[in-house]
T-cell receptor
Framework: GENVEQHPSTLSVQEGDSAVIKCTYS??????FPWYKQELGKRPQLIID?????GEKKDQRIAVTLNKTAKHFSLHITETQPEDSAVYFC??????????FGAGTRLFVKA | GAVVSQHPSRVICKSGTSVKIECRSL??????MFWYRQFPKKSLMLMAT?????????EQGVEKDKFLINHASLTLSTLTVTSAHPEDSSFYIC???????????FGSGTRLTVV
């Protein structure tokens, strides 16, 4: 089955710096890769996603890149702000629309 | 649009009792609902996939007799934790869809504590 690995597990940056979170997946049939932000005790919120026919997607300060050949995708957050502090999960959609999540990255943005 | 309501948000129960968690899609019909479990500071682990009118498909290692899932209508799925034990204490979240081609929306989650 699909396996999604996510790194780093913890990331601490200064306000205004960029943050990059990387994920790899194992199932070449996976074709959709969402990223979720989860604040403590709350539901995960979709922040950006990318489909397998696209290499890069950007939405304001957030961008995602996908390398299908290498089976890895990354989340880039620029000009980080304290409110970006949360746990971020990458995920991959397998056949049957099951979503397999990475282990999560706890992002701390220091003011 | 695409709102998913999950109840209760928090529940405390005694060991040996059963707890039912509801997941409702409020403004769309959800042919598929997923149930996840999340331990503190851990990722979401898929427990089962529930398709309306069919038996749920459980992930490896998940006891189907312990975690009963019912998806009787296009707007409601329930997860019943039977004979709960302290190790069942966790955060349970449902996800319903599809909304669009790939969209699935999460419920607000249920924090279960078994004492």
């Amino acid at each position: 089955g699909e396996n999604v690995e996510q790194h780093p597990s913890t990331l601490s940056v200064q306000e205004g710096d960029s943050a990059v979170i990387k994920c790899t997946y194992s199932d070449s049939a996976s074709n959709y890769f969402p990223w979720y932000k989860q604040e403590l005790g709350k539901r995960p919120q979709l922040i950006i996603d990318i489909r397998s026919n696209v290499g890069e997607k950007k939405d304001q300060r957030i961008a995602v890149t996908l390398n299908k050949t290498a089976k890895h995708f990354s989340l880039h957050i620029t000009e980080t702000q304290p409110e970006d502090s949360a746990v971020y999960f990458c995920a991959a959609y397998t056949g049957g629309f099951k979503t397999i999540f990475g282990a999560g990255t706890r992002l701390f943005v220091k003011a | 649009g695409a709102v998913v309501s999950q109840h209760p948000s928090r529940v405390i129960c005694k060991s040996g009792t059963s707890v039912k968690i509801e997941c409702r899609s409020l403004d769309f019909q959800a042919t598929t609902m997923f149930w996840y479990r999340q331990f503190p500071k851990k990722s979401l682990m898929l427990m089962a996939t529930s398709n309306e009118g069919s038996k749920a498909t459980y992930e490896q290692g998940v006891e189907k007799d312990k975690f009963l899932i019912n998806h009787a209508s296009l707007t409601l799925s329930t997860l019943t934790v039977t004979s709960a034990h302290p190790e069942d204490s966790s955060f349970y979240i449902c996800s319903a869809g599809p909304t669009g081609v790939y969209g699935y929306t999460f419920g607000s989650g249920t924090r279960l504590t078994v004492v």
